[in-house]
């Protein structure tokens, strides 16, 4: 049994111009100390999947089903009462922008001790000690000075160590990071990202990596989850999945980020169209409108079959949504040379 | 304007065509003319104190002394990390900001200090395109409207004519041209964008300053707005400052890239010299930074340079070299003596007293000749320094790291 393992999770927000299928049947399982990334374009799904598992959809228009077990606990089953006991303890949340996650009137310092008090029965000197020793341990300087500023005081690069501190400073086992470095430059993006690492080793840590950038998922995952309209359309390991990946989406992912290496003459070959609504996501599979590939397939399949998660032809452990019958043929000799030269003479 | 009356250009974009083998980046052409030459511009914005006389109490130097050329037709890149300048140089081009000092000289006039009333023919020749659609384009006009202001305010032509022409502006940049009395939210970010370019290829500038033109779209839709922008390039022969923070669309857009930090430019050269060999540390730093799908992919990762803390501030910025408090190859000399922008390279200048490609950073500062100082950046008497701060341009003479003589093609 995974730490979390969630099956055929659903959530549908009821809105007045009809139901918005904002999540359909995902499943993924996730170990201790290990990194599952879940990328995908903004609507695809991946930020209200996992604040799902953090129960934030109760009390509000939407429709949660499936399951959600938390080391064998159902999330979905518990009571308001025992999730916002989980919450921060078990389960974290570092969001993407630190300064609209963090109350404008409080200290830093207050936030985050609150967040360890709250579960915790501890005296306020001791929330605060303990709250210098985070800030230390995600590498603000003079923490005992910085605690009682305020979020605008920092710097963005502070600010999202400072969200990191309050995510551990209860040490939970699942932390869920949602584009933690969307707003950071890169040199700073590298800093975060190396801190999540040392830190994710240290407490032992399942963490949850939700992010558009291929390239964070590449350096932090161990295990991809690619989402399109509500739907995992392609899963397994990292290096499978950006070697060999088998789902058309995923291919126009890889082919429309330029690169800092390789031939500068590459073309950027964009998906066509745009993402889907999730009010009336398209028949059969949600991709097939926007997909080069779909006369590879007999017939009207495309539009009419919602292709199953299958295992891929390249084997490892790693299943796709796709009907095209050979599908790492057809990257190996159509997709993959347009792309990436330099991808073949090292791979 | 009579290439505006007679006609308007085919349309380019056909945006649904994925795969067109019509998308190529500009090239660097040595000796294309400079549409725009910037040089030893500086911009202060002064900061207040508080109370009854705000006096000025110091000043934000956002750009302090910068000096590049863009090439008629081509792009030139500029990188860097937020709050480096990088937009505060955009919007002095655009002259939607007076600089403290300096010159932009655009098609041989310089225009830093012209007036509203001088600039008004000029905004036809130089356009921007701002980073959020959403916010950039009011929600109360029409796109119609949006589109057509630049024609009706500029009289370009007569009023019956203004939508037919917006149409055309739209089946460019790849909408429908039936779109024209929509409102901006009734479009995807995407398309939004595409109608921002449509709004400033309206007059037909002679320059565009992009000012992180695809930051805010979803990944597959960036590829589609980028190749856009290289189809408009090719067609109308535009200029482009092309403002970004992402290296790797900077690379894939510009065949010459400038990197700025705090408000200097720190190495500017061709883009193979500047991504393969970086010979600043910071553009060394950067680089590493980038996660690499493809390297992540076959299991190789590339050794990061830590950069440790964060960018000091523009107000009181380091003495010397404004890099040296996060450089890992300081010394005593950096603190004293700015580094000059050192040609280094045919198409290739960097401002480093240690400046070498990774690894073979010198120990001995290569500067000592050009500023007339010793290796601790004292100045040596009856040193004649010959430091040339702000060239737009290169030279055709360098000097040589390798052999520290001075060369020429």
Redesign the interface.
């Known amino acids: 049994m995974s730490f979390l393992s969630v099956r055929d999770l659903v959530v549908h927000f009821k809105t007045v111009d009809g139901v918005v299928k904002a999540t359909e049947g995902l499943s993924y399982e996730l170990e201790r100390g290990k990194t599952l990334g879940i990328v995908g374009?903004?609507g695809s799904g991946k930020s209200v999947s996992s604040s799902a598992i953090l129960g934030l959809h109760r009390g509000t228009n939407a429709l949660v089903s499936g399951e959600i077990l938390l080391d064998g606990v159902d999330l979905l089953k518990i009571n308001d009462e025992s999730i916002r006991r989980k919450r921060g303890r078990e389960v974290a949340m570092i969001f993407q922008d630190p300064l609209s996650a963090m109350h404008p009137y409080y200290t830093v310092g207050n936030q985050i001790a609150e967040a360890y008090r709250v579960h915790n029965d501890v005296s306020k000197k001791q929330a605060r000690a303990r709250t210098i020793e985070m800030l230390e341990r995600v590498g603000i300087?003079q923490p005992d000075r910085r605690i009682d500023d305020y979020p605008h005081q920092f710097?963005?690069?502070?600010r999202q160590r400072a969200m990191i501190a309050m995510a551990l400073i209860n040490d939970p086992g699942l932390v869920i990071a949602d584009e933690p470095t969307t707003a950071l430059?890169?040199?700073?993006?590298?800093?975060i990202?190396?801190l999540l690492q040392d830190l994710q080793r240290e407490f032992n840590s399942a963490i949850i990596i939700i992010t558009?950038?291929?390239?964070?998922?590449?350096?932090m995952a161990d295990d991809v989850l690619v989402m399109y309209a509500g739907r995992a359309v392609e899963y397994g390991p990292?290096?499978e999945i950006?070697?060999h990946p088998e789902m058309p989406y995923t291919w126009?992912?890889?082919?429309?980020?330029?690169?800092?290496?390789?031939d500068?003459?590459?073309?950027?070959?964009?998906?066509?169209?745009?993402?889907p609504s999730l009010l009336t996501p398209p028949s059969g599979c949600p991709f097939h409108p926007r997909c080069?590939h779909r006369d590879k397939v007999p017939g009207d399949l495309c539009r009419t079959t919602l292709p199953d998660l299958t295992p891929a032809r390249a084997g490892g452990d790693h299943t796709k949504r796709c009907h095209i019958a050979n599908p790492d043929e057809v990257y190996a000799t159509e997709v993959l040379p347009?792309i990436?030269p330099?991808?073949e003479e090292?791979? | 304007m009579s290439e505006m009356e007679t006609g308007v250009p085919v349309p380019v974009a056909e945006?649904?065509?994925?795969?067109s083998?019509a998308?190529?980046?500009s090239r660097l052409d040595p000796n294309a003319k400079p549409v725009l030459t910037v040089e030893n511009m500086r911009m202060y914005f002064p900061v207040k104190a508080n109370g009854l006389i705000r006096r000025t109490v110091g000043h934000v130097q956002a750009v302090d002394g910068v000096s590049f050329q863009v090439p008629e037709g081509g792009s030139l890149g500029l990188v860097g990390?937020?709050g480096c300048g990088k937009s505060t140089t955009g919007r002095l081009i655009a002259r939607l900001l007076e600089p403290t000092g300096g010159s932009i000289e655009f098609q041989g006039r310089d225009i830093a200090h012209l007036s509203a009333r001088e600039l008004m023919p000029l905004r036809r020749e130089i356009q921007m395109i701002f980073q959020d659609p959403a916010t950039s384009l009011n929600p109360r006009h029409t796109v119609g409207a949006i589109v057509g202001a630049p024609l009706e305010i500029h009289k370009v032509v007569p009023k019956d004519k203004i939508i037919p022409r917006v149409q055309e502006l739209l089946e460019v940049v790849g909408l429908n041209p039936e779109h024209y009395n929509r409102y901006p939210h009734e479009f995807?970010g995407?398309?939004r964008q595409r109608i921002g370019i449509a709004r400033a290829l309206t007059l037909q500038p002679r320059l565009l300053v992009a000012d992180e033109p695809v930051s805010a779209l979803?990944?597959?839709?960036?590829?589609?707005v980028?190749?856009l922008l290289q189809d408009v390039q090719r067609e109308f022969g535009i200029g482009f400052l092309f403002i970004a923070?992402d290296?790797?669309?900077v690379?894939?857009f510009c065949p010459e890239v400038a990197v700025m930090y705090l408000g200097k430019i720190v190495e500017v050269a061709d883009?193979?010299t500047l991504?393969n060999h970086p010979h600043h540390p910071y553009t060394q730093?950067?680089?590493?930074?980038?996660?690499?799908?493809?390297?992540?992919?076959?299991?190789?990762?590339r050794e990061?340079i830590?950069?440790e803390?964060?960018v000091p501030s523009p107000i009181l910025p380091p003495s010397g070299c404004r890099f040296r408090t996060r450089c890992q190859y300081a010394q005593e000399i950096c603190a004293k003596v700015e580094p000059p922008l050192l040609q280094i390279g045919p198409r290739h200048k960097v401002a480093c007293h240690f400046a070498g490609e990774l690894g073979q950073h010198p120990t001995t500062p290569v500067t000592m000749e050009v500023c007339g100082v010793d290796e601790h950046g004292s100045p040596v008497e009856g040193a004649a320094p010959e430091i040339q701060l702000n060239r737009p341009d290169f030279a055709d003479r360098w000097l040589d790291l390798k052999t520290g003589q001075t060369t020429g093609a």
């Open positions: 374009e903004s300087p710097s963005g690069g502070m430059d890169v040199t700073v993006q590298a800093q990202l190396d558009h950038d291929l390239g964070v998922v590449a350096e990292t290096k950006l070697v126009g992912l890889l082919s429309s980020v330029p690169d800092v290496v390789g500068t003459d590459a073309k950027l070959i964009p998906i066509r169209g745009n993402p080069d347009e990436a330099l991808f090292q791979a | 945006h649904d065509e994925a795969a083998s998308h190529a980046a990390e937020s995807s995407g398309q979803d990944v597959s839709i960036q590829a589609q980028i190749n923070h290296l790797a669309i690379r894939h883009r193979e991504y730093a950067l680089l590493s930074a980038v996660p690499d799908v493809k390297q992540a992919a076959i299991g190789g990762r990061r830590r950069l803390g964060d």
